[in-house]
């Protein structure tokens, strides 16, 4: 417990007290009321009306079984997870995620950053998340249709184009949003395009929604390297996980002249000093479903996979974690360090550990919350609900021009904040005042509801 002031630790302890065991909830609250010290001092209307107890509590929690039958006939029974967290801004907004680890805690630590992270986008967005402990993993296509089918035979009641807008997350990609949008279809008998984002291109999806993420994290990555005159050119990068963050993270550094020289997926990591080949990542693990262990053997003999190492133990100059919450900890934050990496952005949600954030700060390295550098996704899954309300659809050269820019405006504002409140160059406070004063101030306006 560091510095928090009695106002807010108070609002800490309600918030423990009342979401016992959600340890990722607790971590993502602790995290935002450590840096909001100088605000409720300076705006004492905001303690005056609760808001700050009000975002920490959802406005709705929707907890339900999902029963589906598998390949072999046998009765299988998950859980889903609809968090509507606020929506004072616009619909509730975040995606789905399908993965074991799901459960309450997970889905409302995510639920609660995305308020923050949609606010920052300046899109009229909610926050809200959702998903369920199902595991896509090794399962058939006709398995995921048949889960999805039964998910949204509950989900459908609670979502709508004004009221809450799921997208995807971990383990949810476009396959999984045709299948739910699909049944949504079927069940409401309307072509409600609105209703989900990260749609097919050719069925209301937006351009550049697919890559949003990853690009949108590695053009928060070139305005930070522009504060001092520098670029991409000649970085080595160090990119975690391999899915669909991480895939167009890798990408677009390599576009914008970076190296990205390893990659990983929960078994273990691989090295590939010339660069890794994008391609063939996408083949091994978008088309085929495979192992990053894959990608080693067909990539030649120059290429190492290391199982069940730390991937942050590669030398980088900058280190972008896109695969999952507190995956880059206090050690190996110091291993970072001690191999000159001078820039840590989050393409995951929470994936360094306060800990960790700690060693970055202290060592002078910038780092990036998620809620500013992974904001990309949502903000084009924003992009994709305007032109759904207007039957419209935009040029990829046309979407990614406004990626680039709400990148360049989140970067932006983040430092001004800082810089305001007292804490240059420091993305972590600039991302969290910026966005609550933008969604308190809706909160206010709106009355005690
Ligand atoms: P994907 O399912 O496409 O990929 C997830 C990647 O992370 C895989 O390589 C996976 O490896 C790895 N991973 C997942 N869980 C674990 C774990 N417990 N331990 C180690 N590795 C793990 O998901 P996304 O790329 O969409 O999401 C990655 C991160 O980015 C998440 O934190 C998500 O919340 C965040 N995010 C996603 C956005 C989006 O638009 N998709 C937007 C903003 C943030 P394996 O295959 O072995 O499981
Ligand atoms: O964490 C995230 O911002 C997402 N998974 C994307 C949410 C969305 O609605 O596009």
């Excluded at 992009?383 to 360049?408: G, P, V, Y």
């Excluded at 810089?419 to 240059?424: F, K, M, R, S, W």
């Amino acid at each position: 417990m560091s510095n928090l002031d009695e106002a807010l630790r108070d609002i800490y302890h309600e918030v423990l007290g009342r979401n016992a065991g959600e340890t990722e909830f607790h971590q993502a609250v602790r995290e935002v009321l450590d840096t909001l010290g100088p605000v409720v001092a300076k705006h004492p209307q905001y303690t005056d009306a609760a808001v700050l107890r009000r975002l920490c509590e959802p406005e709705r929690q929707i907890i339900f079984r999902v029963p589906w039958v598998d390949d072999e006939g046998q009765v299988q029974i998950n859980r889903g997870f609809r968090v509507e967290f606020n929506s004072a801004l616009g619909p509730y907004k975040g995606g789905l995620r399908f993965h074991p680890s799901v459960n309450l805690g997970i889905v409302k630590f995510l639920g609660f950053e995305q308020i923050f992270k949609n606010a920052l986008t300046g899109l009229p967005i909610g926050g809200g998340k959702g998903g369920s402990d199902f595991d896509p993993k090794g399962r058939s296509d006709g398995e995921v249709m048949r889960f999805c089918q039964s998910f949204m035979t509950e989900l459908y009641r609670h979502i709508g184009e004004y009221t809450d807008v799921p997208a995807g997350d971990i383990g949810v990609g476009g396959r999984e949003i045709g299948y739910l949008f699909g049944q949504y279809k079927r069940i409401t008998n309307r072509y409600e395009s609105g209703v989900l984002t990260g749609k097919g291109i050719n069925w209301g999806g937006s351009q550049v929604r697919t890559e949003a993420t990853g690009y949108g994290v590695a053009f928060f990555v070139d305005e930070i390297l522009k504060t001092t005159g520098d670029s991409f050119d000649g970085k080595q990068v160090v990119v975690s996980g391999s899915g669909n963050v991480a895939i167009f993270a890798i990408e677009k550094v390599h576009q914008l002249g970076g190296t990205v020289v390893a990659c990983s997926d929960s078994s273990g990591y691989v090295v590939d000093s010339k660069g890794i080949d994008v391609d063939l990542l996408k083949e091994i693990k978008s088309v085929r479903r495979g192992r990053i262990q894959d990608y080693a053997e067909e990539r030649g003999s120059d290429v190492r996979f290391i199982a069940g190492q730390s991937i942050w133990d590669v030398p980088c100059d900058i280190a972008l974690p896109c695969a999952t919450q507190n995956e880059l900890d206090r050690d190996h934050a110091l291993a970072l360090v001690k191999n000159g990496c001078r820039i840590v952005a989050e393409g995951a949600n929470m994936p360094t550990t306060p800990d960790a954030v700690k060693v970055f700060v202290e060592a002078g390295v910038s780092f990036a919350p998620g809620k500013a550098a992974n904001a990309g996704g949502v903000a084009t899954s924003a992009l994709e609900m305007q032109q759904n309300a207007s039957r419209d659809s935009w040029s990829f050269e046309h979407t990614e021009q406004r990626l680039n820019d709400i990148m360049r405006n989140i970067h932006d504002r983040c430092l001004e904040t800082a810089d305001e409140y007292g804490t240059p160059g420091n993305y972590v406070a600039g991302a969290n005042i910026s966005a609550f004063t933008h969604v308190a101030d809706a909160v206010l306006a709106l009355g005690v509801i």
